[in-house]
């Protein structure tokens, strides 16, 4: 990873580039204009961002099971990220819907177990921050009980109401903004991929320079 | 000592703690009345509570009460570090959550005795209409929602900021735990029934409770391990 870095951080940084002409290029959804472009990095960032949430339950997982603080570092920064990631994704989605619905917020599906899955993490991030000694591996439990919650708040938010376009709006996409979306999608994985391993160092840095004042102390 | 026994035992001690002190239960009580009758101001117009008020009513009253008895139930436990006698006790860590599990519902379930009937009472709602599916949705709901508050009650134990953490940590979690407990017994109350909706709700939440007692169950043992 350390070795691939810069070339990928070259390659994200040259599609953040790029894709402002591509979206510029891709055809106009006929109802409603110009404000579905927003769609091009709301869509991208909020799958990013169910990713990160899964990494960050995975990580958990590991570092609960086998103990390896390298899992948990993992999971630390996956769920700062999931947090970030969520409010842009709060922040773009009723931006679009203003516009597109007529209202900032509706409690659909989509949107309210985004809400849902921000605030367990913003929950992760509060207990690890605040909860004293001994708060990674019960954060390591809320991220587990967390990830396991997604379908349950996806479904039951679901059958409570719908509203937002269905993920099968993603095939029924025309071609000319099929691209887009795609590339999109895939500049911000390697984006994630880029700081989630970023984030990662920081915190295993920090585990050392921590182990090195003990040491100093002793 | 059996499995069984072990989760027994524990679920006594807490019972029988109750039942002398009866601390837990009357003040738990006594704040989810509060509760209905806060909701009752907000939602009551010219004397009639305003259409599907009473499922919400109900269901926030249940969270906010079992909120307030699982942090009670929990801090019990640290005084005098009894939770730390608890996990020296050779019983499998699993049968400490069930007992402490079980107390927790059985605790719910006397305070919604109390309540439920308040609720039908004060806001008009037929909710003995249909009295398996009224209790198998309460049933259900309390298991869910103590299952994952049991976990993080005893984890946050240790914890600083406890108290303000458990509701933090507990209700994002536990919401589709009300989604399906408000929008199923709705489902019961509204002018039309609709049971084939009540049963759907009601078969999710015991889903959502065979998988999360079985996640409980799974992690207790690495995130009490100190």
């Given at each position: 990873m350390n070795k691939l870095f810069v070339p990928l951080a070259v390659v994200a940084?040259?599609?953040?580039v790029y894709a402002p002409f591509m979206i510029l290029a891709a055809p106009y959804e006929s109802t409603m204009g110009l404000?579905?472009?927003?769609?091009?990095?709301?869509?991208?960032?909020?799958?990013?961002?169910?990713m990160s949430a899964f990494v960050c339950g995975i990580g958990s997982a590991i570092f609960l099971f086998t103990r390896r603080p390298g899992a948990d570092r993992v999971a630390v920064a996956a769920a700062e990220l999931t947090a970030i990631l969520g409010i842009i994704v709060l922040v773009t989605g009723p931006l679009w819907a203003r516009k597109a619905w007529g209202v900032w917020w509706e409690w659909d599906a989509r949107l309210t177990s985004s809400l849902v899955l921000w605030l367990i993490f913003e929950a992760y991030l509060l207990l690890r921050r605040y909860?004293?000694?001994?708060s990674d591996r019960l954060a390591a439990g809320v991220a587990i009980f967390g990830m396991a919650n997604v379908p349950f708040v996806y479904w039951s938010v679901n059958v409570w109401r719908t509203m937002h376009p269905k993920t099968s709006v993603v095939p029924t996409l025309l071609p000319g903004m099929r691209g887009p979306f795609w590339f999109c999608f895939l500049a911000f994985t390697i984006f994630y991929v880029l700081t989630l391993h970023l984030r990662t160092r920081l915190e295993k840095r920090r585990a050392e320079l921590e182990a090195v004042y003990l040491a100093t102390e002793e | 000592m059996t499995f069984v026994r072990a989760v027994w035992l524990i679920t006594r001690k807490d019972l029988l703690i109750e039942a002398r002190s009866k601390e837990i239960l009357l003040t738990t009580l006594f704040f989810s009345v509060?509760?209905?009758l806060v909701f009752a101001f907000g939602f009551v117009r010219e004397g009639r509570a305003v259409?599907?008020?009473?499922a919400g009513i109900l269901w926030i009253a249940i969270a906010f009460s079992g909120t307030l008895a699982l942090g009670r139930a929990f801090e019990r436990e640290r005084q005098s570090e009894t939770l730390r006698a608890l996990m020296i006790a050779p019983i499998p860590r699993p049968a400490l959550y069930l007992g402490k599990l079980l107390g927790i519902v059985l605790l719910l379930a006397a305070v919604e005795a109390i309540v439920v009937p308040l609720v039908s009472l004060m806001f008009q709602a037929p909710l003995f209409a249909y009295p398996w599916l009224t209790v198998g949705l309460l049933a259900t709901g309390t298991i869910g929602f103590a299952a994952v508050g049991t976990?993080?009650?005893?984890m946050l134990v240790r914890a600083r900021s406890r108290d303000v953490l458990l509701p933090v940590l507990l209700y994002p979690i536990t919401i589709p735990v009300i989604i399906a407990g408000v929008r199923g017994t709705a489902a019961l109350l509204q002018a039309e029934v609709d049971l084939p909706m009540a049963r759907l709700w009601l078969s999710m939440l015991v889903f959502f409770d065979v998988v999360f007692v079985t996640l409980a169950l799974w992690t207790f043992e690495p995130v009490m391990t100190e």
């Open positions: 940084a040259a599609m953040f404000v579905q472009k927003i769609f091009y990095f709301h869509a991208p960032i909020g799958m990013t961002m169910f909860g004293g000694p001994g | 509060s509760c209905v259409e599907n008020a009473a976990m993080f009650a005893a």
